[in-house]
């Protein structure tokens, strides 16, 4: 079975500093990649995807992420985090083989001015 | 709907009572989702339905925990003799599912229903 594993429980960064959420899963088989935001008291939103193509996908708000088939992995990334960025991050890969769509964990990101 | 509506939003029930947690997924999405979020703990898949397919009960914590979906729409998650461990948020998902030569897998969220068991 599927599974995402994302390293960084909790991250506080000032403002301005360059974010990167790390992201692993273990499928060999073709996925789809996810980042999902939660903002304080707010549902779960789309962040950015990837499902085929070039693997530096760029999402709203300024974040991207990189598909590295070779790690497995899909890191989140941003070059400038604003106080608004603070919020739970998800990463969540779908597979053919798991049939679902499996989530990770999840990043606490606090911003501090 | 424009989006996924769940119902209630809040729900406080007493230890051992039964509750219903019910989802309106987005018209024409063949994909529902069942997660639970508690706080440190993430996002916990429960259940999965895709059209006509037999769901994929394999997240479900344990035999006080069912759903149903309806008519491949409205889907119900029942919590039987509710414990305080239960107390969570439900969240339904859906997609418009993998079929097609464009699978469109991307999960849209509905705002939840906060469960309390006291």
């Known amino acids: 079975a599927q599974s995402v594993s994302q390293h960084n429980h909790h991250v506080i960064l000032s403002e301005a500093a360059s974010l990167e959420l790390g992201c692993n899963y273990s499928?060999?088989?073709?996925?789809?990649l996810f980042w999902y935001v939660q903002y304080p008291g707010q549902h779960l939103q789309l962040l950015l995807k990837?499902?085929?193509?070039?693997?530096l996908v760029k999402g709203i708000k300024g974040f991207e992420a990189e598909f590295i088939k070779s790690k497995f992995s899909f890191n989140l990334r941003k070059p400038s985090v604003q106080w608004s960025d603070t919020a739970e991050y998800f990463c969540a890969v779908y597979t053919g083989g798991g049939n679902k769509l499996t989530f990770g964990t999840g990043t606490q990101l606090k911003v501090e001015l | 709907g424009a989006g996924v509506s769940q119902s209630p939003s809040n729900k406080v029930t007493e230890k051992g009572k039964d509750v219903e947690l019910r989802c309106d997924p987005i018209s024409g999405h063949t994909a529902l989702y069942w997660y639970r979020q508690s706080l440190g703990q993430g996002l916990e898949f429960l259940i999965y339905?895709?059209?006509?397919?037999?769901?994929?009960k394999s997240g479900l914590p344990s035999d006080r925990f069912s759903a149903e979906r309806t008519g491949g729409s409205v889907s119900t998650l029942t919590i039987q003799r509710t414990q305080q461990e239960d107390s969570a948020v439900y969240l339904c998902a859906s997609s418009l599912g993998p079929q097609g030569r464009r699978p469109q897998t991307e999960a849209f969220f509905g705002q939840g229903t906060r469960l309390t068991v006291v």
């Open positions: 990837y499902f085929s193509g070039d693997p």
């Open positions: 499928y060999g088989g073709t996925v789809n």
């Open positions: 339905f895709q059209g006509n397919s037999a769901p994929d």
